[in-house]
């Protein structure tokens, strides 16, 4: 047989296996390199070829830039500015979500910003007395239109970009996609508005994502904080003027907490050096607080003190985690007061709890099934207890720091970061791989992640995609199989242009319902350089054809992990997917047939 048959031969047997969804996507994608090379198709250097490929690092160092975003609290601050504007209106409140999902997308990919903001929207949903169903598939429908707004919404985008380029058209620029991506996001966003009563059901989920927005009230209620806590205000004149709270607390008597600082305003003011008329928030025995006071100058304040007491207890560099001594933990033994730090000194123990009962101020002695409350750095908090097998955390630290709702030194860390790779990747200055990787290499130097965080944001299994795939493309390309497939779609299409955008669209579009869209974008974006050659028609308008229908994976809830995501909050069913889904992607190729060639012309 051919080169071409072998590839064909085993591209249909890839197509088979996504489809039949039994083995990993990773093997299948691997395997595919393999069985190439084992058919003489490709030289063993080509196997490995994808994962050396600047668009992979590009994509990594996105997934590392989008985990940076997300655990700062970039994306809940902005969906708590939207939980401000939204009001009770709920067609208000479906376009605002719509639009911000869109945008945050654009910048951070579809699955990253319905993973981000999916929480914040039920909660919002819920007190509207609106059906999390109702906001939830627009919210995921809208990501996947926004991911066609600029360069860095999707991978495909990346693809289709540098395949222009191979072909030796111009590459597709940062914000080119927003001619294209605009139009969908709009009408996406009409058609939820205008049919949204009729296409989407009215359902109460099993289950729903927690909301944690509300987290340090639930801890000063649960635990009894404001009692024996009180305002510390410092004059111009203290002592403690220029000292960060971690500075005071370990001057601290004992049984005495430091548990953060707040402006007048009750804002929380973070570890910073403090600063005439901050208001430090203290918890302990009375005789404990007099004490530090006199120390440090510092002036007992009358009134309520709970709400700077919240304000305080979590912002975006400092929160809490409820631990639960585990049944064979080593700190089963230990003797622990409220107010002492943990061996590594980075957390606090704030209080201690056995069967709902506060133990009070005075040492005690920890059994299993003790509840500690712990302050701290929120990567120590993750690592103290996420990663650690004598406590059992009740809440995911991390969790919680994505609904905290203010923005942090972490957060403005981490939009500089975004803001620097934007800048780069529009002017063209650099590579977009080394933009890209530049960007995520800040956040991390900058302390906005740890390197073990940033492992955990990349999705493995898009790159491995990717990187396998990367052969099977080039091998359809190169042995003449895409010739081939392109013949027929020319055939078929009579020669006609916008014959073949359509017929391009469609198997594009179809083949995205039943496997990875980068999957298809990768077998499509060949045969689509093909055909475009074979008709003598430009290669621009054709790539961005298939970029939009790889973008219009809406039919099923396992198109995409973001439609996935979407179905138990919301409710969902496999058959309310095209419902709403298909006037959505008629929408999507009305953009590709009509906009697209008069932006691109053939």
């Known amino acids: 047989m051919s080169d071409a048959t072998l590839s064909l031969t085993v591209l249909g047997v890839v197509i088979v296996l996504f489809v039949w969804n039994r ?4 093997v299948v994608a691997l395997g595919s390199a393999i069985a190439l090379y084992a058919t003489g198709v490709i030289s063993a250097e080509q196997v490995f070829s994808g994962f050396g490929d600047p668009v992979v690092l590009f994509i ?30 709920p067609r208000r409140l479906l376009v605002l979500t719509m639009v911000l999902a869109a945008a945050i997308s654009a910048l951070i990919t579809v699955n990253g910003a319905v993973a ?15 059906p999390p169903s109702r906001l939830v598939m627009p919210l995921a429908f809208a990501a996947h239109a926004g991911s066609l707004l600029v360069l860095t919404g999707t991978p495909i985008n990346v693809l289709v970009s540098e395949a222009a380029a191979d072909a030796g058209a111009d590459g597709f620029g940062f914000f080119s996609f927003a001619l294209v991506g605009v139009p969908l996001v709009a009408g996406t966003v009409a058609v939820a508005v205008l049919f949204g009563d009729r296409l989407l059901p009215r359902r109460t989920p099993s289950s729903l994502p927690p909301d ?82 006199e120390r440090f100058g510092l002036k007992p304040l009358a009134g309520p003190v709970r709400p ?59 059994a299993a099934g003790d509840t500690l409350l712990l302050r701290g750095p929120w990567q120590a908090l993750k690592r103290r207890t996420e990663l650690s097998p004598d406590v059992l955390v009740v809440d995911s ?59 955990d944001g990349v999705a493995w299994t898009t790159l491995v995609i990717a990187g396998g795939m990367f052969p099977m493309s080039a091998a359809i390309q190169q042995s003449g199989a895409a010739d081939r497939i392109a013949d027929l779609v020319v055939s078929a299409a009579g020669g006609n242009g916008y014959l073949l955008l359509a017929g391009l669209f469609l198997v594009t579009a179809v083949l995205g319902q039943l496997i990875s869209n980068m999957a298809t974008a990768l ?22 054809c298939v970029a939009v229908a790889a973008a219009a994976a809406l039919l099923t809830p ?43 012309p053939l």
């Open 308 to 366: 700077y007491l919240v304000g305080a207890l979590v912002d975006q560099e400092l929160g809490v985690a409820e631990t639960v001594i585990s049944p064979r933990s080593a700190l089963i033994g230990a003797e622990v007061f409220p107010g002492m730090a943990t061996d590594s000194g980075d957390l606090v123990i704030l209080a201690v709890q056995r069967k709902g009962h506060d133990l009070g101020p005075e040492p005690c002695v920890l």
């Open 60 to 89: 990594a160092g996105l997934f590392v830039v989008s985990t940076g975003l997300t655990a700062a609290g970039v994306t809940t601050w902005a969906g708590q500015q939207l939980a401000a504007r939204a009001g009770s209106g």
């Open 116 to 130: 981000a903001l999916l929480p914040m929207v039920v909660m919002l949903a819920v007190r509207s007395k609106l």
């Open 23 to 26: 083995l990993p996507v990773e």
């Open 558 to 600: 396992v198109a995409t992990p973001a439609n996935l995501m979407v179905m138990g909050p919301g409710g969902y069913r496999f058959g309310d997917y095209w419902k709403f889904g298909l006037p959505v992607l008629l929408w999507f190729m009305a953009v590709a047939l009509l906009v697209v060639p008069l932006v691109w």
């Open 397 to 455: 630290p991390a969790e919680v720091r994505r609904q905290v709702p203010t923005l942090g030194a972490d957060g403005r860390r981490a939009i500089l970061s975004l803001v620097a790779m934007v800048g780069l990747l529009a002017s063209g200055a650099v590579p977009p791989a080394v933009a890209a990787l530049l960007a995520g290499g800040a956040m991390i130097l900058m302390r906005v992640l740890s390197m073990a965080d940033a492992y």
């Open 212 to 293: 944690l927005s509300r987290h340090a009230r639930t801890m000063v209620s649960h635990y009894g904080l404001e009692q024996d806590a009180v305002r510390l205000l410092v004059p111009p004149r203290s002592t403690a003027l220029g000292s960060t709270a971690d500075t005071l607390a370990a001057a601290a008597p004992p049984k005495l907490t430091i548990v953060g600082v707040v402006a007048a305003s009750g804002s929380p003011r973070g570890n910073v050096p403090l600063r005439a008329d901050d208001v430090l928030i203290a918890h302990g025995p009375p005789e404990a607080v007099e004490e530090f006071g």
């Open 523 to 544: 077998i499509v974006i060949p045969i689509a350089v093909s055909a475009a050659a074979d008709v003598g028609i430009s290669v621009r308008p054709v790539l961005m």
